[in-house]
């Protein structure tokens, strides 16, 4: 079978390797999507600290069961199925307190395990002992079904930010995770949903997809002002960064009504992780900034139903869709911000 792995920053190699053979506990899929992301993008350039070279790549992934391990229940060859990416331990201290997007001994698909840009993939037992290979909802492509793990990081961010009924929103960066945050704040009932780019076209492609109630190009205008002025001052409710820029973040807070919250929900570079936060905004605003890392088995089995109820589509926002063996133009074309989302079929 072909698969894509990587064995050094700017190396990943199209190769044949034997397909895998499930153990007695675990599951073997035909990969059908592997959707592609910034952190793809990440590992290209710079590798991964946790992955191991050579490793196949790919996290978003959706396919068809075609082999059941003998001591597996539950899963029967045909089943679509979706898996998660970021796999909890489910019994770290962190895990037993319910938090399974911090724990400590996380793993992930395409890190410690080979992923999805692969025609056929192991689905290991630390997914299935999570609960977290998921059956894809009657209806559902494949395609738009890989688009449940990004949508469960974006679900998990908003969670924790509190983006509810009546917010006004602020989403930083128009990628496809942007685009996922402005649907999703909206269906939580958010009046307004304003989406900033640095990057004009980028925003207008993205913008003509979801509609946000403003599109604010930082290259263009003062994004505060702008902000300030469309809430009369105020100020929004929450701040979503999905962008690798601690700037977004320090601007993010100036543009916080009273009680705001600013998810830092896009990470940032190692070499440049420092932000500079006036104390007394928070302390006398009364602001939270959070975090969010990931998501858990739970966030990608409701992101399935959201998807497949149409609380928030995705089928529009997959834009672009190549074979395994274009996966270097795959990873170009998000890194140029050229499409919303790029999915591979293996
Ligand atoms: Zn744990």
């Not at 001591?71 to 037993?96: F, H, K, L, N, Y």
């Not at 509190?162 to 685009?179: F, W």
């Not at 929900?265 to 006398?284: E, M, Q, R, S």
Request: proline share 6%; net charge negative.
């Amino acid at each position: 079978m072909k698969v894509a792995r990587f064995y050094a920053p700017g190396d990943v190699r199209l190769e044949d390797m034997d397909e895998p053979t499930p153990g007695p506990d675990e599951v073997k899929i035909r990969v059908r999507n592997c959707s592609t992301c910034g952190t793809d993008v990440k590992i290209f350039n710079n590798g991964h600290p946790n992955m191991t070279p050579p490793q196949v790549m790919g996290h978003e992934i959706a396919g068809e069961v075609v082999e059941v391990g003998s001591d597996v229940s539950g899963w029967s060859i045909g089943d679509g199925v979706q898996v998660i990416a970021a796999i909890p331990d489910g019994t770290c201290e962190e895990c037993r307190r319910g938090r399974l997007t911090v724990c400590t001994n996380q793993t992930s698909m395409g890190y410690q395990f080979p992923g999805g840009f692969a025609e056929y993939m192991i689905v290991p037992r630390a997914v299935l002992a999570v609960d977290g290979l998921n059956r894809i909802p009657d209806g559902l492509s494949f395609a738009e079904a890989s688009v449940a793990e990004p949508f469960a990081c974006v679900l998990n961010g908003q969670e924790l930010a509190g983006v509810g009924d009546g917010d006004d929103v602020v989403v930083v960066g128009a990628g496809p995770i942007g685009c996922l945050h402005v649907r999703l704040a909206r269906a939580r009932g958010a009046k307004r949903v304003f989406l900033i780019d640095l990057n004009r076209g980028r925003l207008d492609m993205s913008a003509s997809a979801v509609h946000p109630d403003a599109a604010i190009c930082g290259a263009e205008v003062d994004t505060i002002d702008e902000v300030k002025k469309l809430t009369d001052g105020r100020g929004v409710d929450v701040v979503i960064t999905a962008a690798a820029a601690g700037k977004t973040q320090e601007d993010g807070l100036q543009m916080l009504a009273r009680g705001g919250r600013l998810s830092a929900f896009g990470g940032l570079p190692k070499d440049k992780p420092t932000i500079t936060v006036d104390a007394n905004l928070v302390h006398y605003r009364e602001l939270t900034i959070v975090g969010a890392n990931g998501s858990s088995p739970d966030h990608n089995k409701r992101a399935l139903a959201m998807i497949a109820s149409g609380e928030v589509p995705v089928n529009d926002l997959i834009t672009v869709r190549l074979p395994l063996d274009r996966v270097h133009d795959a990873i170009d074309t998000v890194a140029r911000g050229a499409a919303i989302k790029v999915t591979i079929e293996p």
